[in-house]
T-cell receptor, first 113, second 114 residues
Framework: AQKVTQAQTEISVVEKEDVTLDCVYE???????LFWYKQPPSGELVFLIR????DEQNEISGRYSWNFQKSTSSFNFTITASQVVDSAVYFC??????????WGLGTSLAVNP | EPEVTQTPSHQVTQMGQEVILRCVPI?????FYWYRQILGQKVEFLVS????????KSEIFDDQFSVERPDGSNFTLKIRSTKLEDSAMYFC????????????FGPGTRLTVL
């Protein structure tokens, strides 16, 4: 069975701090895809990044970076120099051959001024 | 930029009533999905739809639920006889045909069952 665990329920930081959101996954598929989505207070789900199981390169996009490690089944997300606008719930999700996204419980990030 | 749209944004209904939630997926996408999120909880997969038929469904998607693509643009979720526990945010999503294609989500419909 597939499973995504986001152990951090809530994180609170002060603006400009770096913050890492953890994601650990379980799957028996050899080909799978990992995603991060952001859900701001307005409620929509915003796609941030996709990673496939064959690509362990880390990625940086502006203040966002992602660290994918198959050896530990982790796909962690770091926000550098956090801003108040980063306050949201962040979801890690996993899909395999069946296309259904399996979601973690989400991490609620509060960035305080 | 193309986007998924959903109507209505908020639907209030009485228990036992039928509701239809509507979605317009991105025009060149061929896979469509419904997810739900009970307030404060995680997002849960309901159903995926391709080539005019259900390709995958979860245990949540029982006989009370149905999906349809009535024309070339709309994708609907029907709940035949709503229950209190159906109160949730319902998200529609669409994606391309590649397995790695990300799913793009609509803004959601908040369903409140009284």
């Amino acid at each position: 069975a597939q499973k995504v665990t986001q152990a951090q329920t809530e994180i609170s930081v002060v603006e400009k701090e770096d913050v890492t959101l953890d994601c650990v996954y379980e799957t028996r598929d050899t080909t799978y895809y990992l995603f991060w989505y952001k859900q701001p207070p307005s409620g929509e789900l915003v796609f941030l990044i996709r990673r496939n199981s064959f690509d362990e390169q880390n990625e940086i996009s502006g203040r966002y970076s992602w660290n994918f490690q198959k050896s530990t089944s982790s796909f962690n997300f770091t926000i550098t120099a956090s801003q108040v606008v980063d306050s949201a719930v962040y979801f890690c999700a996993l899909t395999g051959n069946n296309r259904k996204l399996i979601w973690g419980l989400g991490t609620s990030l509060a960035v305080n001024p | 930029e193309p986007e998924v749209t959903q109507t209505p944004s908020h639907q209030v209904t009485q228990m036992g009533q039928e509701v239809i939630l509507r979605c317009v997926p991105i025009s060149n996408h061929l896979y469509f999905y419904w997810y739900r999120q009970i307030l404060g909880q995680k997002v849960e997969f309901l159903v995926s739809f391709y080539n005019n038929e259900i390709s995958e469904k979860s245990e949540i998607f029982d006989d009370q639920f149905s999906v349809e693509r009535p024309d070339g643009s709309n994708f609907t979720l029907k709940i035949r006889s709503t229950k209190l526990e159906d109160s949730a945010m319902y998200f529609c999503a669409s994606s391309g045909t590649r397995l790695y294609n990300e799913q793009f989500f609509g803004p959601g419909t908040r369903l409140t069952v009284l």
